[in-house]
Nanobody
Framework: QVQLVESGGGLVQAGGSLRLSCAAS????????MAWFRQAPGKEREFVGR????????YYADSVKGRFTISRDNAKNTVYLQMNSLKPEDTAVYYC???????????????WGQGTQVTVSL
């Protein structure tokens, strides 16, 4: 069992930055691939990016590539999402998730956090 808790969301102006954190607990949490998803009002939850268990590999959605960076510190059981050059269309609830697979399909993620709200204003 893996428990995930996101933090770091908030209100930021367009062009600004935020860093989200996802604290994981559970004996084997460091062996999971981790991902960030987001869900805007009235839209489906969409993939943002993922990182392998050893942080060697990352992969991003085209919409955030070059602006967002995922990292992890397994010693702290924490995954980060650094978001730069934020746009109003980045406004959403952001979720971290854990999977044994290397995938961007949300149904293949076994564990989810409760989400943290990110709002980007003009």
């Amino acid at each position: 069992q893996v428990q995930l808790v996101e933090s770091g969301g908030g209100l930021v102006q367009a062009g600004g930055s935020l860093r989200l954190s996802c604290a994981a607990s559970g004996r084997t949490s460091s062996t999971y691939a981790m991902a960030w998803f987001r869900q805007a009002p009235g839209k489906e939850r969409e993939f943002v990016g993922r990182i392998s268990w050893n942080a060697v590999n990352t992969y991003y959605a085209d919409s955030v590539k070059g602006r967002f960076t995922i990292s992890r510190d397994n010693a702290k059981n924490t995954v980060y999402l650094q978001m730069n050059s934020l746009k109003p269309e980045d406004t959403a609830v952001y979720y971290c998730a854990a999977s044994r697979k290397w995938t961007d399909r949300r149904y293949e993620y076994d564990y989810w956090g409760q989400g943290t709200q990110v709002t980007v204003s003009l």
